[in-house]
């Protein structure tokens, strides 16, 4: 029997998570120069001093294990939620944090419910335990269709996922509807409302996922310090939820996942307002700027809650600006494949990208040089 043979039939079925590529891969794979990557959403003002600052100070101690419990960073995690430490769950990165959800809750027969297109991890999650995937279509306007995602649920649902802003998409939803959804949804279902971008939410009308999680049990608010707070490489996520719920969670989780160089600089990234607020504005500007370039392009863009915006061009669009050394994220796989997702980056790269994306309007070829 070939290994293929004895793997479970469901991971044997599973696509792996296809990650953005690196500009130094594309510099090397396509010959191009000075390639800028605008597939991952990272934070273009890098990480906050302070925690590299932190790091620093800690690699002289790499040889100690980390502290199973984060005890330092659930207690500022909790302090800013308002939560008690136990109603705090950490991981290695958000991703790690829905893997755990899908271990304990997730088994043969069962289903997860999610938006599609969304995050990628969701059906790795999922699947990889043996799980249905529910993928609800969005709306017309690339928005979760809430009514729907309500009416999909069955006595198998486990999970109900909302991901808020949406990831490819950069649209939300605002609290009446979400409000309106999440007190219909049966109390045995776990609600999760991934918020991996909503610190760029600028809508009067956010959800306030922390606050549902404080009074309803059984839904999870996640969010993650590799976005706003530039901490991508570190990996850490954490989740704010009943103590009930985290004390599951927290069984599962591998014990040193979240390092004590990742969590010092994660404590340290928390506060450095200076950082958050530099890291909203060039945020804020860059995706302005890349909305109203684009849009004169005469290229559809949806409105973007996040640090990313959802660009209609035509299918290989993605590829040909991969040539002209601009990365984005083709979406093939995520059914739209005549569109591209383009993270805000420092004000060169968004340069560079409408610049690529003017080249391909006026029909030129794979090169700008
Ligand atoms: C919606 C969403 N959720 C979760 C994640 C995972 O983030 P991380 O594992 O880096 O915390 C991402 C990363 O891109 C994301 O876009």
């Known amino acids: ?10 991971i044997a079925k599973l696509e792996p998570y296809q990650p953005g590529k690196r ?12 390639a800028v990557k605008l597939t991952s959403n990272e934070n273009p003002c890098g990480p906050s001093p302070h925690a590299i600052a932190a790091v620093q100070e800690l690699a002289g101690s790499v040889d100690q294990y980390p ?23 950490v991981g290695a990165g958000s991703d790690e944090i829905i893997e755990l959800l899908a271990k304990v809750f997730l088994g043969q027969g069962d289903e997860m419910i999610c938006p599609w297109p969304s995050f990628a991890m969701y059906k790795v999650a999922a699947q990889s335990a043996g799980a249905q995937l529910v993928r609800v279509a969005l709306d017309d306007e690339l928005v979760h269709d809430l009514d729907a995602m309500a009416a999909a649920v069955t006595e198998r649902t486990r999970i109900v996922v909302v991901c808020n802003p949406n990831n490819p998409t950069g649209t939300s939803v605002g609290r009446d509807a979400f409000d309106r959804f999440a007190a219909a949804l049966p109390d045995d279902v776990v609600l999760v409302v991934d918020e991996a971008y909503v610190e ?4 009067e009308d956010c959800v306030d996922a922390v606050e549902w999680a404080r ?24 989740g704010i939820a009943d103590a009930d719920l985290c004390g599951w969670l927290e069984r599962v989780r591998p014990p040193f996942g979240v390092t004590r160089l990742a969590e010092a600089a994660a404590c340290a990234a928390l506060d450095d307002h200076e ?22 392009l005469g290229y559809r863009i949806w409105p973007s809650d996040a640090s990313f915006v959802l660009v209609r061009v035509a299918p290989g669009m993605g590829d040909a600006l991969m040539r002209l050394g601009v990365i984005v994220r083709s979406l093939d796989g ?31 070829a794979a090169s700008l040089r």
């Open 1 to 10: 029997m070939s290994l293929e043979d004895r793997v479970k039939p469901h």
């Open 23 to 34: 500009a130094d891969e594309v510099e090397r794979e396509l010959g191009v120069r000075d």
């Open 67 to 89: 502290d199973r419990s984060c005890r330092q960073l659930r207690g500022r995690l909790a302090e800013h939620a308002g939560v008690g430490p136990e109603q705090v769950i």
């Open 200 to 203: 760029y939410v600028k809508r």
């Open 215 to 238: 009074r309803r049990p059984g839904t999870l608010a996640l969010r993650t310090f590799s976005k706003l707070y530039g901490l991508a490489g570190l990996r850490v996520g954490y």
């Open 275 to 296: 950082h958050i607020e530099r890291s909203l504005r060039v945020n804020e500007e860059g995706l302005r700027y890349l909305e109203r370039e684009i849009a004169a």
């Open 334 to 364: 995520f059914g739209l494949p005549d569109c591209v997702r383009v993270s805000v980056g420092s004000p060169e790269a968004n340069e560079r990208c409408v610049k690529a994306l003017r080249h391909l309007r006026e029909g030129g």
